[in-house]
T-cell receptor, first 118, second 112 residues
Framework: GAVVSQHPSWVICKSGTSVKIECRSL??????MFWYRQFPKQSLMLMAT?????????EQGVEKDKFLINHASLTLSTLTVTSAHPEDSSFYIC??????????????FGEGSWLTVV | QKEVEQNSGPLSVPEGAIASLNCTYS??????FFWYRQYSGKSPELIMS????GDKEDGRFTAQLNKASQYVSLLIRDSQPSDSATYLC????????????FGTGTRLTIIP
């Protein structure tokens, strides 16, 4: 299957600092990437949708100035958590949509990134 | 009413039996339906997708869709301990807007 890679897999940062998470589609061009957050024992909550070359569309209740999303190319999107606080500690997952194996609009998930803010 | 509803479980099934997972959705215009498997601490993995009414089989997995009843299910035959995971139902409302809306997931445990 298609590969979507996230980096780092886990990160610990101090409160008040910023953390950047990368999401790459390794073997297909992702016209759209999605960023999710998942707290323990809860489902995935969509944070924002990003299309290559344009501004991200944020879901209601997600602070766009806190969670900066950049989708500079068809294979890379980044999520930067600015001025992180302990309540931002969560599992962040990206997914990418593209044409994979001739099947349009298939969505694949990255491995996820665990963020712990101390 | 939640957009996508699942019984959170846990659902316990003996090894070798059939596990049946259910999901209902609220928006009639929903077009695409997916089942993901998520192991603890890991990212979701796509198991099945289904777009039209009826059954779709892939190995030990069968997805069933009934748009009139707004119901989608996943059957796992010959359940294995490795099938123990949380199963997430996800729905896309319309083509061109591929936002997945997830249910809360059903935790499945296969008992050896």
């Amino acid at each position: 299957g298609a590969v979507v890679s996230q980096h780092p897999s886990w990160v610990i940062c101090k409160s008040g600092t910023s953390v950047k998470i990368e999401c790459r589609s390794l073997d297909f061009q992702a016209t759209t990437m999605f960023w999710y957050r998942q707290f323990p024992k809860q489902s995935l909550m969509l944070m924002a949708t990003s299309n290559e070359g344009s501004k991200a569309t944020y879901e209601q209740g997600v602070e766009k100035d806190k969670f900066l999303i950049n989708h500079a190319s068809l294979t890379l999107s980044t999520l930067t958590v600015t001025s992180a606080h302990p309540e931002d500690s969560s599992f962040y997952i990206c997914s990418a949509r593209g044409v994979v194996g001739g099947v349009r609009n298939t969505i694949y998930f990255g491995e996820g990134s665990w963020l712990t803010v101390v | 009413q939640k957009e996508v509803e699942q019984n959170s479980g846990p659902l316990s099934v003996p090894e070798g039996a059939i596990a049946s997972l259910n999901c209902t959705y609220s928006d009639r215009v929903s077009q695409s339906f997916f089942w993901y498997r998520q192991y603890s601490g890991k990212s979701p993995e796509l198991i099945m997708s289904i777009y039209s009414n009826g059954d779709k089989e892939d190995g030990r997995f069968t997805a069933q869709l009934n748009k009139a009843s707004q119901y989608v299910s996943l059957l796992i035959r010959d359940s294995q301990p490795s099938d123990s995971a949380t199963y997430l139902c996800a729905v896309v409302k319309n083509f061109g807007n591929e936002k997945l809306t997830f249910g809360t997931g059903t935790r499945l445990t296969i008992i050896p």
